[in-house]
């Protein structure tokens, strides 16, 4: 037990917190910037199986903050580069490469596998699909974000409230780290907190992170964060579809511009967000099925057929032509 020693001579840890880590499976979501600190901490410290998830590849734009890579990995699958050099890291530790993204048809036979959920993609569809899928199956789940200088990590499900009791609406604009910009060290401070939050759960270690949410502002090096314990479950929120589960009944609706690159839909209407507010444009009996390029325009206009309409709603993020999960 030399590797773990100075884990194991933590009071709060010691040799029973060391068994359950080397028993547990845990599943991560996305090979990108969370997962550079998330995935050599938890190898590090001896977590039995890791399944690793992610339908990228490496790109050169991706190198100054997703340091598990390096120049002659650019081009080759996120997932099955990051397994191999974890290989070299630990042992102990089996790390299965998935490259493919996490969609709402391959959530659930994932996450009833792993003992805890990490969410480090940076795709807020994928983050509602986990919790919706740990909430259903009782698994914590840890999810953490940032978008230039700001982010958070908290943890969910298991017991704890879901992401959605504590965002159960989505700002206007969800920025991203394409189009706001990112520094590498920001995110390294809250995928270390992913790292630490999961092996407090596995660990059994008392305060569980389960219920808190930690925020983090790089510029002045701020940290605030609350608990959410007694957070109600929203009665009324939107699910995701994948386009598999489309079905010939359902009023299928793209809201991306006619040039707008990605997945084709076939056979469906375009609208924009804004037709949305007028209740004589919208079919009646039938499934609305919202589909978009990351999911906002969706959520935004399901929000406005909702002030109108009672029938069932549920949303598709379609993403680009090449699935983006790096955060």
Not at 156 to 178: E, M, N, Q, Y
Not at 228 to 253: C, H, N, R, S
């Amino acid at each position: 037990m030399t590797r773990y020693a100075r884990q194991i001579a933590l009071p709060e840890f010691g040799a029973g917190g060391q068994a359950r880590l080397g028993a547990a499976h845990v599943l991560v979501v996305g090979a990108g910037g969370l997962a550079a600190p998330v995935l050599p901490y938890l190898v590090g410290a001896g977590v039995g199986r890791i399944t690793l998830m992610d339908g990228d590849r490496v790109s050169l734009s991706n190198l100054h903050r997703q340091t598990l890579f390096r120049m002659e990995d650019v081009g080759l699958p996120k997932a099955q580069v990051a397994a191999e050099h974890m290989a070299t890291l630990n042992p102990d530790c089996e790390v299965s490469a998935v490259s493919e993204p996490l969609d709402p048809l391959n959530a659930s036979d994932h996450v009833v596998a792993a003992d805890l959920v990490l969410d480090c993609a940076d795709s807020f569809a994928a983050s509602y699909v986990l919790s919706d899928t740990c909430l259903e199956q009782g698994k914590p789940f840890i999810s953490a974000s940032i978008v230039g200088t700001s982010g958070y990590c908290g943890g969910f499900c298991g017991g704890a409230p879901s992401l959605r009791a504590v965002f159960p609406d989505l700002p206007d604009r969800l920025g991203s780290c394409d189009t706001d910009g990112v520094l590498g060290p920001c995110v390294g401070v809250l995928g270390s907190l992913q790292a630490q939050m999961a092996m407090e759960v596995l660990a059994r270690m008392e305060p569980q992170p389960l219920g808190q949410l930690v925020s983090f502002e790089a510029i002045g090096h701020r940290f605030g964060g609350f608990r959410f314990d007694g957070a109600p479950e929203p009665e009324d929120g939107f699910g995701f579809l994948a386009p598999a589960q489309i079905t010939k009944a359902d009023w299928l609706v793209d809201l991306r511009a006619e040039d707008e690159p990605g997945p084709a839909l076939p056979n469906a209407t375009r609208r924009t967000v804004t037709e949305f507010d007028h209740p004589d444009t919208t079919p009646q009996g039938v499934r609305a099925v919202l589909a978009c390029r990351s999911g906002l325009r969706s959520w935004q206009a399901a929000t406005r057929l909702r002030g109108h309409w009672d029938g069932e709603i549920a949303l598709i993020a379609l993403g680009d032509v090449q699935q983006e999960t790096d955060p």
